[in-house]
């Protein structure tokens, strides 16, 4: 699938283009991402509702993922999810480099039949989550439903971004969760756009995304 060695990363600015391959004791993780993709993807992490959200966020965010990992879930999902979150993080901290030119926020109503679920973000190279979301049942499919929360805090950390998720109303915990990686993908889809009046400018008066130098 993705051939690098395990301290390898590449990026193409151009394309903005990231590819990483991460192995400890607990997973072995190999991921490429292309920002301006087609929604087209080829994920593998074991646990299968997981692979399902990871492929509507892919979709419905126009990028192009390969990923694939080995964790040990013989000891249970949490590694998995959480390393992945980290590593899919990480990806986008890369692809984006300064992140000069980005449109930076981003935010959308996302309704699912009952449900319906507010995302806002600023890729500001601060990683801060608020998340409002609770569900009544303690798996979906195979996956347990607290590591939702470890996945997008784990993905924030790494991608330097600040995210907002909040679950106005719904029933239906799949509805639930399938709006916020959804959410997720269209937001951050607007926030990483390329503005064509600044492409050339670091969207802050600070001249720099991040905390204080």
Request: hydrophobic fraction near 40%.
């Amino acid at each position: 699938m993705i051939k690098a060695n395990k301290s390898q990363s590449a990026v193409k600015s151009k394309s903005r283009t990231a590819i990483v391959e991460r192995n400890t004791a607990e997973t072995r993780i190999a991921i490429h991402l292309t920002i301006e993709g087609r929604g087209q993807y080829k994920v593998s992490t074991g646990i299968r509702f997981f692979d399902h959200m990871l492929e509507l966020f892919t979709r419905h965010g126009a990028f192009d993922l390969e990923l694939k990992c080995d964790g040990d879930l013989d000891v249970d999902q949490h590694h998995t999810v959480e390393d992945v979150g980290i590593v899919l993080g990480q990806l986008f901290a890369k692809a984006l480099g300064d992140r000069r030119g980005i449109a930076r926020w981003g935010d959308a109503l996302v309704p699912m039949d009952e449900t319906l679920t507010r995302v806002a973000i600023d890729v500001s190279n601060r990683p801060y989550l608020i998340w409002k979301v609770k569900f009544s049942k303690p798996k979906l499919g195979e996956m347990d439903t607290e590591l939702f929360k470890e996945w997008f805090q784990a993905f924030v950390q790494s991608a330097g971004v600040t995210l907002h998720v909040e679950n106005l109303y719904g029933e239906n915990n799949h509805h639930i969760v399938e709006s916020c990686f959804k959410g997720l993908a269209r937001v951050l889809r607007q926030a990483v756009a390329l503005d064509p009046r600044n492409r050339a400018a670091v969207p802050s008066t600070k001249g720099v995304l991040g905390g204080t130098l």
